[in-house]
């Protein structure tokens, strides 16, 4: 994997410029904060991002990829006030579930997510190398 970073670019804080890498993909598709069975255990914007994680790196396991595998991942956020107002809360969720691996991001504020309760929703692509 390597991370993309153009000559003379300011350093990006928390994701990559982008990643170049090869192997076999595993996409995730875009997991919220229930649990594995559907149950949401809280309404907690930083709360839900832990779970969602936690989702994220339990699928990624079903197909033999781990966290320092994703090389992209999307946010869709229903209040981006309410993502940067709890990004300390979101920062330490992300070191606890995914580690010090930043890959390409995007964060998007959508008018809506189909579960009603979410408040996030994380998709990834991992490439576990061959």
Known sequence: MEF???P???RARGYSNGVAASGRTVCVSGMIGWDGQGVFHTDDFAGQ???ALQNVVDVL???GARPEHIVRMTWYVLDKHEYLGAHKEVGAAYRDVIGRHFPAM???QVAGLVEDRAR???????IVPA
């Open 120 to 126: 996030v929703e994380i998709e990834v692509t991992a």
């Open 49 to 51: 991002v832990r779970q």
């Open 61 to 63: 396991a079903e197909g």
């Open 4 to 6: 993309l970073q153009p």
């Open 8 to 10: 003379g670019w300011a």
């Open 106 to 108: 995007t964060a998007v």
